[in-house]
């Protein structure tokens, strides 16, 4: 299975993920950045952080970028 | 000749209680991912830690979570200390490591026969719930940052400054998903606490650690310098 990593930018700078974790298809990736992105939108705004700018950045191995997703694009439930 | 140990419960025993016990303990190596006892299944032996780091885990809709820590402070099967015989939890091997185990009975038997070893590992189990409550605690009323914060803290007193362990092992730890790791490393890695390389954290600040962490972090800690190390008066952390 090939292996996605799921780098998170906030504005300027970009929480790297090291590690990846293999995932059977892009769809897949992109179903687990959803989840992901809910998660980490919540904890902003209980924090009452700043969201705008950020995203979750799919790369596969060769670090190419597979999809973005806007952490705002999950405020609505059929993104 | 009395049995070394850097375990620090069994170093709180007397020569003669730690003679006789150790009749019955055997040193074993211990790799990450070794399971000490598994749910719902009989625990053949009690593990006293003396180096290395394990978790007890327990289950929700088929998710895994970790409750509790040990490391060479404590031992692992509180259950059977309490004369229980099987117990939802499970526990493995975070961090490679090394223990002296007893058998169940035979530790069983010992704590009939000896009451300071009885006394130190009920001392320690009050500990270890107050650990497990501290971990409900942090779930319930703290960021991940901070719950990262504080379970780095309680590797770091078990296993050292350098802690390898991936963001995977974490995402179970603080039973978030792992991006959400990711970004909480990256924010403790910001305030220069770690440094965060690939399936290593190498603890540079703890006292940086100790102010994000907050009160998710101590209250255990404190009670176990009490009870077991003899330190002092009934206290708030530090």
Redesign the interface.
């Known amino acids: 299975m090939p292996r996605y990593y799921f780098h998170i930018r906030r504005g300027e700078e970009i929480a790297m993920d090291p590690e990846g974790v293999e995932l059977a298809s892009p769809e897949q990736a992109h179903k687990e950045a959803v989840l992901a992105a809910r998660e980490l939108l919540a904890a902003r705004l209980l924090n009452g952080e700043p969201i705008d700018g950020d995203t979750i950045e799919i790369k596969d191995e060769q670090a190419t970028l597979v999809d973005t997703l806007p952490l705002k694009s999950v405020l609505d439930p059929k993104a | 000749m009395t049995m070394k140990t850097s375990n620090v419960l069994l170093q709180r025993l007397a020569a003669e209680e730690m003679e006789t016990l150790s009749a019955h303990l055997e040193r074993i190596e211990l790799k990450r991912g070794d399971v000490l006892f598994e749910s719902y299944l009989p625990v053949p032996y009690v593990y006293f830690l003396e180096a290395g780091l394990s978790s007890e885990i327990a289950t929700t809709s088929g998710k895994r979570l970790e409750v509790g820590c040990v490391g060479r402070e404590g031992f692992s099967g509180a259950s059977v200390a309490l004369g229980v015989d099987v117990t939802p939890h499970g526990a493995f091997m975070q961090i490679d490591g090394q223990a002296l185990r007893i058998p169940s009975s035979e530790l069983q038997a010992a704590m009939d026969a000896c009451f300071p070893l009885r006394r130190t590992l009920l001392f320690y189990i009050h500990v270890f719930m107050l650990q497990i409550a501290a971990t409900a605690i942090a779930d319930a009323k703290h960021?991940?940052e901070q719950r990262l914060a504080r379970w780095i803290l309680m590797a770091q007193d078990r296993a050292g400054d350098e802690l390898p362990l991936?963001?995977?092992f974490f995402s179970l730890m603080l039973g978030?998903?792992?991006?959400?790791v990711?970004?909480a490393?990256?924010v403790l890695e910001?305030m220069h606490c770690i440094k965060?390389?690939?399936?290593l954290v190498i603890v540079r600040d703890r006292a940086s650690l100790r102010q994000i962490a907050g009160d998710a972090y101590g209250v255990p800690e404190a009670e176990y310098r009490r009870l077991i190390l003899g330190d002092g008066a009934p206290s708030s952390a530090d």
């Open positions: 960021t991940v991936t963001h995977e978030v998903r792992r991006p959400s990711t970004d490393l990256h910001g965060a390389e690939r399936s």
